[in-house]
């Protein structure tokens, strides 16, 4: 009898033992799914991303923003909502990025990105393709955004691109502008090019358009007016850059540019901004964001390095010569 007590004890010590071993055999794989669970979402991110139109600057800030975060090793679930310049599709979009929970919104262009910020106050609202936040009222400051709103601004000093553009083109007198009269952010661009030409003795002749359809009749007025052209950053504008530098190619009138976009469409030559670059430093933005940063704590960045595309094309039927100084230092398209 004493035997069989025994026996029976031993039994139980062993079967609790080998229960206890399974039972924290199973809590440690359990700790490590959780572990690997809570990894894997450090590098998982949902992006919203609304783009007011589809042109070439503001796709290769979509670019830019998206192979930034995939090089830091982020797995990259972005929404793409591109509202092909209708202003009402922009609060829809806040409404489907709320309702999907996404990390952060990337609002490409001023009216994309003042709808977003209009619309949402709980996510982080990153913006590109700006020219001057806070006058857009975007930011209240530069250097310490408030709220939940930070981003990249692609301005570059209007008066180095006009310097530059004079030193190759130094007779021109009457420097000539289009610009979509529903865009904020073009307003502040010509206060700015008003106060430039004037010091330089110069005149400035602007036409505002409501759409693409009234360019080529604005083309039409402005060319025999103007004997030089200015890109700035439009959305309408930079939509329509094919058709612009056609007539100004045919009125034989040289063009620059902010960016290169347009200079692949036809103008003749940009000093500025690389819309790539200014996509990946929104990049950056959100991962900093994703790892905890606070909005506030991320200034807004702007670019200091400009560089030089001249449209090889758009040179030749200008008759300019292969040794003019357009061609200095500068990446030639076709």
């Known amino acids: 009898m004493k035997k069989k007590l025994i026996v029976a004890l031993m039994s139980m010590t062993l079967l609790l033992t080998a229960c206890g071993g399974k039972e924290e055999y199973k809590n440690q794989a359990n700790n490590q799914n959780e572990k690997n669970v809570e990894e894997k979402s450090d590098k998982d991110i949902k992006i919203g991303i609304v783009q007011f139109s589809d042109h070439i600057a503001l796709d290769r800030s979509r670019e830019g923003f998206i192979s930034q975060l995939e090089d830091e090793g982020f797995n990259v679930d972005a929404d793409v909502v591109n509202c092909q310049g209708d202003i009402s599709l922009i609060p829809t979009a806040a409404k489907k990025f709320e309702s999907d929970k996404v990390d952060v919104i990337y609002a490409i262009a001023t009216p994309a990105a003042q709808g977003m910020k209009n619309a949402i106050k709980d996510i982080p609202i990153i913006f590109n393709a700006v020219t001057d936040p806070v006058e857009t009222d975007l930011v209240k400051s530069k250097e310490s955004p408030e709220a939940n ?24 007198k009457t420097l000539g502008l289009l610009y979509s009269t529903g865009e904020a952010n073009s307003e502040g661009q010509i206060k700015e090019l008003k106060e430039i030409v004037k010091n330089k003795g110069m005149n400035l002749e602007v036409v505002g358009v409501n759409s693409t359809n009234d360019v080529p009749q604005a083309m039409s007025s402005l060319t025999g007016k103007i004997d030089s052209y200015v890109a700035i950053q439009d959305n309408l504008a930079s939509s329509s850059a094919t058709v612009i530098s056609q007539s100004l190619i045919k009125a034989q009138i040289p063009s620059f540019a902010g960016e290169e976009g347009p200079v692949e469409n036809g103008m003749l030559l940009s000093d500025g901004v690389d819309y790539i670059e200014l996509g990946k430093e929104a990049g950056k933005m959100a991962s900093e964001i994703k790892k905890g940063k606070e909005v506030k704590d991320i200034p807004v960045f702007f670019s200091k390095d400009a560089k030089r595309t001249v449209n090889g094309k758009t040179a030749e039927a200008l008759n300019i010569e292969k040794d003019s100084k357009i061609f200095e230092n500068a990446k030639v398209v076709e």
């Open 149 to 172: 709103v930070t981003g990249v601004s692609d301005y570059f000093p209007l008066e180095t691109q006009i310097d530059k553009f004079l030193e190759a083109f130094p007779e021109s």
